[in-house]
């Protein structure tokens, strides 16, 4: 993302869009996991929780902020594959 400085410009948002989608797919492919401790009801509601996330998202503008986004879903992409549910609330150490 070097185009645009402050703000994504429409060639920032289509160069990222592949990637975005990719995360995704693999953020929902990775809800349905055995490995995690989630009833039926629990897995559609995380579905819909990462659906509504990335809809608001998609919205975003900010260089920065995709750059945020993009970062948080790779993080709770890494959580999700080692079989936990990642928090909306990090405890500080």
């Known amino acids: ?28 492919r990775s809800l349905n996991s ?16 990462v659906r509504a996330i990335f809809m608001l998202a998609s919205e ?3 260089l920065h902020n995709i750059n945020d986004v993009i ?6 992409l ?3 594959r080692k079989g936990e549910i990642p928090n909306s609330i990090q405890e500080m150490p």
Do not use: C, F
């Not at 185009?3 to 953020?27: C, F, M, P």
């Not at 055995?34 to 929780?49: F, G, I, M, S, Y």
């Not at 970062?71 to 709770?76: D, I, K, L, R, S």
């Open 1 to 28: 993302m070097a185009k645009g400085l402050i703000w994504a410009t429409a060639e920032d948002l289509a160069r990222n869009r592949g990637h975005v989608i990719s995360l995704y797919r693999q953020i929902l």
């Open 60 to 62: 975003e503008r900010s």
């Open 78 to 80: 890494s959580i999700l």
């Open 34 to 49: 055995p490995n995690l401790p989630l009833n039926l009801a629990a897995r559609l509601a995380k579905k819909a929780e």
């Open 71 to 76: 970062n948080t879903a790779e993080y709770a």
